[in-house]
C-alpha cells in the first residue's frame, strides 16, 4: 500500500469541497444549504490542517481556529436571519425569495 | 488683467447661481436685470480684449490654478485668449446679450422664467469656457456642459413627460460624437504627452505632413464636431431639437453651441494642416451636408424646421472652408451666420408669438401688415443669408466659393448649386409667412399683434449687423478699390498656422458676382410669382395631388419650370428626408438602444430574483475561470 | 493599530450604552470615537510600522485608505443622524456600523491572510445582520438572506485559496509569500495557481464584479437605503483597497497569470453595469447597477498595476464614494417623505431647492465622469494609468461604457430641473437634512478643481 502523502489530503478536501458547492447548488431548504457550506469550510479546515502538518508549521492550525470561530459567529447571524425570514414568510425555501430581481 | 479674462466666464456663472438660488423670491425684473448685466459686462470686458488686439496686443493667458500635475503632465484650469478666442467672445457675449434681452420680452410669462433665464446664464458660462480654455481639457468641460444645458433647455417645456425621444435622439448623437473627441484627447495624450494648446501645436509642428497618428487624432476630433455641430450621419437631432424655446434655437442651436465643432477645428488647425487626408474628409462632409439639408428644407412646413435645416447647411458650408483649408473664411461665415441666422430665430419667434404658438407656414401669409418691425429684419436676415450682394452673408458665402473653387471646381459646383437652394427655401418662407392672404383661423387673426419694443430692439440692431457685418471681410476686387484691408482676414490670422491664400482673378470674381445676382434675380421672380402671384400653397400632409389645378392654369414656362426644376428637386428632397432622415439616421440612432436593450434584457434575464440561479451562475463562472487560466 | 483599537472600542461602547442609559450621547459618542480615529489614523502617515508579529502593517497606503474610510462614515453618520436617533435599536446599529468599520479598516492594513479573513468577516458579518435590519420588510430580508447566502459560500472560496497558498508557500505573511513565489517562480505547484484564483473569486465577489455580481442589485436594492449608501461608499471601498493591496504586495511576482483575468473582468464589468442600467426606473436600483459599472472601471487599476494604478484608484474610490453619499443623501429624504425611490422621484427638486439641485448635479457629473467635477480626474487617471499599462483596447471600452453612462445620470439631472409631478411636494422635511449632499457636492468640485493634492499622496 502506497502512503497516503499530501496530495490524498489534497483530494480529499476538493472533493468534500465539492460535493458542498453541490450541495449549495442543488437543494432548496436553506437549512440544509447552510450545512453544505459548513462543509465546504470543514474541507479547508482539514487541508489547513494537513498542509500546516506537512510544513510543520503551526500557523496553519491556528488559522482553523480562526475559522472556527468565524463560522460558528456566522452561523449564529445565518439562523438568526432565517428566523426572522421564517417569521414574515413562513417558508425557508430560498426560491420562495424572489421579489428582488431585474 | 488675470482677473479681468476670468470674470468674463465667472460673471454669467455667477448670474446663474444668483437667479437659480433665490429663484422665485426675485421679482421678475430683477431676474432679467441680473441675468442681463452679467451676459452685457462680459460682453464689455470681451470689448475691452478685442479693442487691445486691435492695438496689437498677442495673446491672453492665465492660469486660475494648476489642475493636474502628475506623470510630468501639467494641466492648468487656465484660460487662453488670443485672436480666434476674441472673436467668438463677441459673438457669444454680444449675440447672447441680445438674446437675453428678447427673452425678456418672450418668456416674461412663462412661469417658470427664473428657471429659463438662469439656465441661460449657464449656458453661456459654459460655451465661455468651451472657447476660452487653454487646453484640450477644459475644452471638453465646457463641450459637455453646453450639451446638459441644451438638454434641459430642450425639454424645458416637456412637462410631466418622461425625457423624451428627441432629448433622447440628441443625446445619443452626441455621444457617438463625444466618444471620438475623448479617443481623439487620449490619442493626443498619447502622442505628445499634453494637451495643451500650446505644447501640442509646437510639437505637432515638427511632424511631416500626412502622418498617419496626425490623421487618426484629426479624424477623431471631427467625429465630435460631426455630433456637436449636427453633420452627417448625426445631424438629425438638430431639427428636433427645435421643441425647445425659440431663444433657446437661436442662441444654441443657430448662433453658439452648434459652431463648436468648427471652432474646434479652427482651434486645432495646425493639426488638421497636417493632414491633407482629413482636411477632404472634413470638406466632403461638409458639402453632402450643406447639399442635403438644404435639400429637404425646401419642403418643410414649420417655420423652425425649415430654419433648422439651413443652420445644418450653413454649418456644412463652414466644414467645407475649413476643409479646403480656408480657416478665417470659416469663421468669418460662423460670425455672419450668428448674426443672420439669430437674427431669423428670433423674428420666428416673434411670428410664433403674434401667431399664438402657431408653427406651420400653411396657416400663416400676409404678416407683413400685422408685424411691419418683424417682417422688415426677417426680410434683412432672408437678403443676407441668401448672398445678396453687400448683404453679410454675401461677403462669406462668396469666400467659401472662391475657396472650393480653388480647391476643386467640382465642389464649387455643388456649393453654387447649394447656395441657390439656400435662396429658394429663404424666398419661399418669406414669401409664404408674410405675403398674400392670412391662412389662419379667424381668431388668431384678431390676435395678431407686433411684439413689444424690448424684443423687436434685439430684432433692428441683428438686422443691422446682419446688413453690414459683412463689410469687415471684403473681397480682394472690392477691397483694393477702396483701399481698405480684409479687416477680418488680418485679425484672425495669427492663429492659423500658414495660411493659404485664395486670391482669384478679378474676372472670375465678377463672372461669380453677376451670376450671383442673376440667379438670385431669378429665384427671387420664380418664387414670388409661385408663392405671391399664384399663391401656391404647400400640399396638406394629407393631401397628394391637390396642387393640379393650380398647375392647369400656368404658363408654358412654368410648366418647364416645374418638370425641369422643381419636380426633382422636390422629389430629391422627400428622397433624403424619406429615406434618409427617416429611416437610415433615425433607424441606426434607434438601433443604438435596441442593441444595448437586448444585451440588458440578456442580462435582466439571468437577473431573476431566484438565489439558486445566482448560485449555479457564480459557480459556471469560476469554472470558467478555471478553464480559461489553467487548461488553456 | 491604535486606530483599530479605538473603533473597536467605540463600537463596544455604542453598545453598552443602552445598559448605561448613555442612548442620547450614542450620536456624539460616536462621532467622536470617530474623530479620534482619525487623528490616531493621519498620525500614522509615514511611519512604516508593523504590528501583532507582522500581521497589521501601516504603511501609507494603509494610512490614506484608512482615513478615507474613516471620514466617508463620519459624513454616514451625519446623513443617518435622524433615522437612527429616532430608532429604536439605535445602538445596536451604531454599533454593528463601527464594527463592520473595523474590519473594513483591518483590511486595508492586513499584511497577513488571517488579518484579512478576519476583516472580511468582520466587516460582512456586521453588514448581513444591517441588510436585515428593517426586520417586518420582506425585501430587507430578501436582501438579508441572499447576502448572507452568497457571502458565506464566497468566503468558503476565499478560504480554500488561502489553504492552497498556504500549501504551497508555508507561510501567511504577505512579504514572505511574496519573497517565497519570487524565489521559487516557474516551479510553484499547480494548485498555487488554483489558490490565486479562488482567493480572486472570494475577493471579486465582494467588489460585485461579473460574473459574481447577482447579488449586488438585489441586495442594494432591497436593504434599507442607509445601509445601501454603507454598502456602497465604505465597503466597496475597503474591498478594493484589500484586493489590491493583496495582489500588488503579494501577487506581483506573477502578475502574467491574473492580469489578463482582471483585465477581462474589468471590461465585462463596466459594459454590463452601464447597459443595464439604462434601463431601470428607480433610482435606487439604478445606482446598484452603476456601482457594478463603477467597480468595472476600479479593477482597470488590477489590470495594470503598477505605475500610477494606485492613486488612480485611490482617487477614483473617493470620488465615488463621495458622489455615492451625496445622491444617496437626496434619495433616502425623499423616500422618506414620499415612499418613492424612482428616478422621477426627485422631479421638482430645482424649484424646491435650487441649491440643492446644483450639489445634486454635481454629484451625478462626478459620476459620469464629466469635468471639472472629482469623478472626471477618477477615470482620467485610470484611463492614463491603464493606456500606459499597454491596454488600449481597455480604455476604448471604458471610454465607450461610460458615455452609456452618461445617459442615465443626465436622466436624473434632468429630472431635478424639471417640473414637480405634484404640487407642494417636500423632498426634506427641514434643509439641515441635506447637509451631507452640500458637503459632498463641495468636496466633489474642489477635488475636481484641485485633484493632484489628493492624487499625489500616494
Request: one cysteine or more; hydrophobic letters at 55%.
Amino acid at each position: 500500500m502506497a502512503a497516503i502523502n499530501i496530495d490524498h489530503y489534497l483530494l480529499l478536501s476538493a472533493v468534500l469541497f465539492c460535493i458542498g458547492v453541490a450541495g449549495v447548488l442543488f437543494r432548496r431548504n436553506a437549512i440544509v444549504i447552510f450545512m453544505c457550506i459548513e462543509l465546504m469550510l470543514n474541507s479547508v479546515n482539514l487541508l489547513l490542517t494537513s498542509f500546516s502538518n506537512q510544513h510543520n508549521d503551526p500557523s496553519g492550525q491556528i488559522f482553523v481556529f480562526f475559522i472556527m470561530a468565524v463560522a460558528a459567529a456566522e452561523v449564529a447571524v445565518g439562523l438568526a436571519i432565517l428566523v426572522m425570514i421564517y417569521r414574515n414568510a413562513k417558508s425557508v425555501d430560498i426560491d420562495f425569495f424572489n421579489k428582488l430581481k431585474e | 488683467m488675470d482677473l479681468i479674462i476670468s470674470l468674463i466666464p465667472l460673471l454669467p456663472l455667477a448670474g446663474f447661481i444668483l437667479i437659480g438660488v433665490l429663484n422665485k423670491k426675485l421679482p421678475k425684473g430683477m431676474v432679467g436685470i441680473i441675468s442681463n448685466t452679467t451676459v452685457l459686462s462680459s460682453f464689455i470686458i470681451s470689448f475691452y480684449l478685442f479693442l487691445s488686439f486691435i492695438k496689437g496686443a498677442d495673446s491672453y493667458s492665465t492660469e486660475l490654478f494648476p489642475w493636474i500635475n502628475a506623470g510630468g503632465l501639467h494641466l492648468g484650469l487656465s484660460f487662453m485668449v488670443d485672436h480666434l478666442t476674441a472673436v467668438m467672445l463677441l459673438v457669444i457675449t454680444g449675440v447672447g446679450f441680445l438674446i437675453h434681452v428678447y427673452s425678456i420680452g418672450y418668456m416674461q410669462h412663462d412661469e417658470d422664467y427664473p428657471r429659463f433665464m438662469s439656465y441661460l446664464n449657464l449656458f453661456v458660462f459654459f460655451m465661455l469656457l468651451l472657447v476660452m480654455g487653454s487646453n484640450y481639457v477644459v475644452m471638453f468641460a465646457g463641450w459637455e456642459g453646453v450639451g446638459l444645458c441644451s438638454y434641459l433647455l430642450i425639454g424645458f417645456w416637456f412637462k410631466n413627460t418622461d425625457y423624451n425621444n428627441a432629448g433622447r435622439k440628441a443625446f445619443v448623437m452626441n455621444r457617438i460624437g463625444d466618444f471620438g473627441f475623448l479617443l481623439g484627447m487620449f490619442l493626443i495624450y498619447q502622442t505628445f504627452s499634453s494637451l495643451d494648446y500650446k505644447e501640442v501645436f509646437e510639437a505637432a509642428k515638427n511632424y511631416p505632413k500626412g502622418d498617419p497618428t496626425i490623421t487618426a487624432i484629426t479624424l477623431l476630433l471631427f467625429v465630435g464636431a460631426v455630433g456637436k455641430s449636427a453633420q452627417i450621419p448625426l445631424y438629425t437631432w438638430l431639427p428636433d431639437a427645435m421643441a425647445g424655446p425659440t431663444p433657446v434655437s437661436a442662441l444654441i442651436h443657430a448662433a453658439t453651441m452648434v459652431t463648436a465643432g468648427v471652432y474646434m477645428v479652427i482651434r486645432s488647425n495646425v493639426l488638421y494642416m497636417l493632414s491633407p487626408f482629413s482636411g477632404e474628409v472634413v470638406a466632403f462632409i461638409g458639402m453632402i451636408t450643406a447639399l442635403m439639408a438644404a435639400t429637404i428644407g425646401l419642403k418643410q412646413n414649420d417655420i423652425k424646421k425649415v430654419l433648422a435645416y439651413s443652420t445644418v447647411s450653413q454649418l456644412g458650408f463652414m466644414f467645407v472652408a475649413l476643409g479646403v483649408g480656408a480657416y478665417t473664411t470659416g469663421l468669418f461665415h460662423v460670425v455672419t451666420h450668428a448674426f443672420f441666422k439669430a437674427l431669423l430665430f428670433l423674428c420666428a419667434g416673434s411670428v410664433i408669438h403674434a401667431m399664438g404658438g402657431e408653427q406651420d407656414i400653411r396657416r400663416m401669409g400676409g404678416l407683413k401688415k400685422y408685424l411691419p418691425v418683424t417682417h422688415i429684419t426677417f426680410l434683412m436676415g432672408v437678403l443676407a443669408i441668401s448672398g445678396i450682394p453687400l448683404f453679410s452673408g454675401f461677403f462669406s458665402k462668396d469666400e467659401i466659393l472662391a475657396a472650393t473653387w480653388v480647391h476643386s471646381p467640382l465642389m464649387f459646383v455643388v456649393m453654387a448649386f447649394t447656395s441657390l437652394l439656400t435662396a429658394v427655401y429663404m424666398f419661399r418662407l418669406y414669401w409664404l409667412t408674410f405675403h398674400g392672404d392670412f391662412r389662419g383661423t379667424h381668431h388668431q387673426q384678431e390676435h395678431l399683434h407686433e411684439s413689444p419694443s424690448v424684443m423687436t430692439a434685439p430684432l433692428m440692431v441683428l438686422a443691422i449687423l446682419s446688413v453690414i457685418g459683412g463689410f469687415m471681410g471684403m473681397p480682394h476686387w472690392m477691397s483694393e478699390k477702396l483701399g481698405v484691408h480684409h479687416v477680418f482676414n488680418e485679425f484672425v490670422a495669427p492663429v492659423i498656422y500658414s495660411p493659404k491664400e485664395f486670391i482669384l482673378s478679378h474676372t472670375f470674381d465678377f463672372s461669380l458676382l453677376i451670376g450671383t445676382i442673376v440667379a438670385l434675380a431669378a429665384v427671387y421672380y420664380f418664387t414670388r410669382k409661385m408663392y405671391v402671384a399664384d399663391k401656391v400653397v404647400p400640399e396638406e400632409d394629407s393631401e397628394t395631388k391637390s396642387f393640379q389645378k393650380v398647375l392647369a392654369n400656368k404658363y408654358y414656362v412654368d410648366e418647364i419650370y416645374d418638370a425641369v426644376i422643381r419636380k426633382p428637386l422636390d422629389a430629391i428632397s422627400e428622397m433624403f428626408y424619406k429615406i434618409f432622415d427617416i429611416n437610415i439616421i433615425d433607424g441606426i440612432v434607434n438601433g443604438i438602444p435596441k442593441v444595448t436593450n437586448l444585451t440588458a434584457s440578456a442580462a435582466r434575464m439571468l437577473q431573476t430574483g431566484r438565489l439558486g440561479i445566482y448560485l449555479v451562475v457564480m459557480v459556471i463562472g469560476v469554472i470558467y475561470l478555471f478553464a480559461f487560466k489553467l487548461l488553456l | 493599530m491604535n486606530t483599530i483599537v479605538i473603533l473597536s472600542v467605540t463600537g463596544i461602547a455604542a453598545m453598552m450604552s443602552d445598559v448605561f442609559k448613555l442612548k442620547k450621547a450614542l450620536f456624539g459618542l460616536s462621532l467622536l470615537g470617530l474623530l479620534i480615529a482619525l487623528v490616531f489614523s493621519v498620525y500614522d502617515w509615514g511611519q512604516y510600522a508593523t504590528y501583532f508579529n507582522q500581521m497589521v502593517l501601516t504603511d501609507n497606503y494603509a494610512v490614506v485608505f484608512t482615513t478615507m474610510l474613516i471620514g466617508i462614515t463620519f459624513l454616514w453618520f451625519l446623513m443617518s443622524k435622524d433615522f437612527f436617533s429616532s430608532h429604536s435599536s439605535a445602538s445596536e446599529h451604531y454599533a454593528l456600523i463601527l464594527f463592520s468599520l473595523t474590519g473594513g479598516v483591518m483590511m486595508t492594513n492586513f499584511s497577513d491572510l488571517t488579518i484579512l479573513f478576519l476583516g472580511l468577516e468582520i466587516l460582512s458579518i456586521a453588514l448581513y445582520i444591517l441588510a436585515g435590519s428593517d426586520k417586518g420588510n420582506l425585501f430587507s430580508n430578501e436582501a438579508s438572506l441572499k447576502y448572507f447566502m452568497i457571502g458565506s459560500f464566497a468566503t468558503g472560496f476565499l478560504l480554500f485559496g488561502i489553504a492552497l497558498i498556504y500549501g504551497a508557500t508555508s507561510s501567511f505573511n504577505l512579504q514572505e509569500i511574496s519573497a517565497y513565489v519570487q524565489q521559487h517562480n516557474g516551479s510553484l505547484p499547480m494548485y498555487f495557481y488554483a489558490g490565486i484564483l479562488m482567493i480572486l473569486t472570494g475577493l471579486t465577489f465582494k467588489v460585485s464584479a461579473v460574473p459574481f455580481h447577482f447579488w449586488a442589485p438585489d441586495v442594494y436594492d432591497g436593504s434599507p437605503t442607509l445601509v445601501t449608501t454603507y454598502m456602497l461608499s465604505v465597503v466597496k471601498m475597503a474591498a478594493f483597497a484589500a484586493l489590491y493591496r493583496l495582489f500588488i504586495y503579494c501577487f506581483a511576482p506573477v502578475y502574467e497569470f491574473w492580469i489578463p483575468v482582471f483585465a477581462i473582468m474589468s471590461a465585462v464589468t463596466m459594459l454590463l453595469g452601464n447597459i443595464t442600467a439604462v434601463y431601470q426606473k428607480s433610482l435606487k436600483r439604478m445606482l446598484a447597477y452603476s456601482s457594478i459599472a463603477h467597480a468595472g472601471y476600479m479593477l482597470m487599476a488590477l489590470a495594470s498595476p503598477g505605475g500610477t494604478s494606485r492613486s488612480a484608484l485611490m482617487f477614483y474610490l473617493l470620488a465615488y464614494a463621495i458622489s455615492t453619499l451625496g445622491v444617496f443623501n437626496v434619495l433616502y429624504q425623499v423616500h422618506k417623505v414620499t415612499g418613492r425611490e424612482e428616478i422621477k422621484s426627485v422631479k421638482g427638486l430645482f424649484r424646491k431647492n435650487p441649491f440643492a439641485a446644483i450639489m445634486l448635479t454635481l454629484c451625478m457629473l462626478s459620476m459620469a465622469g464629466i469635468p471639472p467635477v472629482a469623478g472626471f480626474f477618477g477615470k482620467y487617471y485610470m484611463f492614463v494609468s491603464t493606456l500606459n499599462g499597454g491596454l488600449t483596447w481597455l480604455v476604448l471600452i471604458a471610454v465607450l461604457s461610460s458615455l452609456i453612462g452618461v445617459y442615465f445620470y443626465f436622466k436624473v439631472i434632468i429630472a431635478a430641473f424639471q417640473e414637480p409631478e405634484l404640487e407642494n411636494t417636500a423632498y426634506y422635511r427641514q434643509p439641515s437634512d441635506l447637509t451631507v449632499l452640500y458637503i459632498c457636492g463641495i468636496l466633489s468640485l474642489l477635488l475636481g478643481i484641485l485633484p493632484q493634492f489628493v492624487a499625489g499622496l500616494l
